[in-house]
């Protein structure tokens, strides 16, 4: 299933069950700001064709260990990655998503130990401000 589906699924799930909206701060990290399109990833990356139409869709950076540092996905094969994960010792800490292909992020979810959302955030009409966030436990 698309990650998007599965983000927008939680994001109409969180009102039926209550989730707390928050003023926090804008919490983005400076590397969300950037959008990295095939022919920009460095040696340092692992890119692959999965269409084989001669531009990379895939790429993920791992560390001397094997780990994965940032992964990135070109979901609708456009020549421009939509789809970016963050890790730390190889745990997803956060996915950003350009959910409208215009090749600027506009969703970021923040997981809790690789698998629970403790916060997503959104900019739902494309300006590049955050019009909703929604934060889970008592933690934020």
């Known amino acids: 299933m698309k990650p998007i589906l599965v983000l927008l699924i939680i994001i109409a799930a969180s009102s039926a069950l209550g989730a707390q909206s928050s003023d926090h701060p804008d919490t983005r ?3 969300s700001w950037q959008h990295l399109y095939p022919h920009e ?10 269409n084989e139409d001669g531009t990379p869709d895939y790429a993920v ?3 001397d260990r094997g780990q994965k540092l940032h992964e990135a996905m070109d979901f609708n094969f456009d020549g ?3 789809d970016y994960y963050v890790y730390a010792n190889d745990v997803l800490q956060r996915e ?3 959910s409208n292909y215009d090749g600027e992020i506009d969703i970021w979810v923040y997981l809790r130990r690789g698998v629970y959302i403790r916060m ?4 739902t009409d494309f ?3 955050i019009d909703l966030r929604e934060v889970y ?4």
Request: proline share 3%.
């Open 120 to 123: 997503w955030e959104r900019d």
């Open 127 to 129: 300006d590049g401000v």
């Open 80 to 82: 421009k990655m939509d």
């Open 29 to 31: 990290p400076r590397e």
């Open 96 to 98: 950003e998503i350009d």
């Open 61 to 63: 950076r791992v560390n």
């Open 41 to 50: 990833f460095d040696e340092n990356w692992l890119m692959l064709d999965r």
């Open 137 to 140: 436990g008592s933690g934020g």
